[in-house]
């Protein structure tokens, strides 16, 4: 028989009152560079943000002892929320032109993640892999973290993003060679898109071009050979002995 399993919960502590002492630092970690734009519809070819934006959450609250103050680690109430903002001005860009059409798609919403950062300490983390833009052009992400406690929710902060462009499909580079703090949080289980194999791609699609060339050369080679054998006395004078 196998040994029971125990399960060991965390107490969160939560509070309505006196929000203005808790200090919640935000840090986007993995800044968005670039995207293809997604068109519209279940069948639609869509490529999420490059690299997936991804942000780190340090809670301090006063009113915790020092074997309290990482119990926000566990909170299952926090999440983050993502939204569109223009490069320039401080507007958000909720819809397309025709007033319908959301201007992003795919997962907008970010619970909190207890990770191992790359230095192998703990951390939470809000991940963003799949989130998608609908519309050409330069923008930034606007990520505001909230927190439920019972039946009301409380915005808590924002941040912004760097500036990134939404390329059209002719004019998308490609997507880049994963990050390494991406590859950590895959090695522990978060579903995320790792790419390892993109030096690999370009050297083999190198190599693939230079094939013909090489191949036209020994083709060339093998073509001037062909007269200079005819007219060997040598091979000539063989043929007739036998």
């Known amino acids: ?65 020092p074997s309290e103050s990482k119990t926000y680690l566990q909170n299952p109430y926090y999440f983050m929320y993502a939204s569109l903002m223009a490069s320039d001005i401080d507007e958000e860009v909720h ?10 798609t795919g997962s907008v919403v970010s619970s909190l993640y207890h990770l191992k950062d790359t230095d192998n300490t703990d951390a939470g983390f809000f991940v963003f892999p799949d989130l998608s833009v609908r519309i050409e052009g330069r923008y930034r992400l606007k990520l505001s973290l909230f927190e439920i406690i019972g039946k009301e929710v409380y915005h808590c902060k924002s941040i912004l993003s ?25 090695d522990q289980g978060l579903k995320i898109r790792i790419r390892k194999e993109l030096r ?17 050369k020994r083709r060339k080679q093998d073509d001037s050979l062909v007269p200079a054998i005819a007219a060997s006395p040598m091979i000539v004078a063989s043929r007739g002995d036998t």
Not at 25 to 35: I, V
Not at 201 to 216: G, H, I, N, T, Y
Request: aromatic share 6%; proline share 8%; with cysteine.
């Open 1 to 65: 028989m196998t040994d029971p399993i125990s399960y060991q919960f965390t107490a969160v502590k939560q509070r309505r009152e006196n929000r203005g002492d808790i200090e919640f630092e935000l840090a986007l970690r993995q800044q968005p560079k670039q995207s293809r734009m997604c068109g519209i519809g279940e069948k639609a070819d869509r490529r999420p943000i490059d690299p997936p934006p991804i942000v780190q959450l340090r809670v301090v609250d006063p009113s915790l002892s």
């Open 95 to 104: 819809l397309l032109r025709d007033g319908k059409t959301r201007s992003t």
């Open 162 to 186: 760097d500036q990134f462009v939404v390329y059209s499909a002719k004019k998308f580079p490609g997507m880049e060679e994963s990050t390494l703090l991406s590859r950590a949080f895959a």
């Open 200 to 216: 690999q791609r370009r050297r083999a699609s190198k190599r693939q071009d230079s094939q013909p060339e090489s191949s036209d």
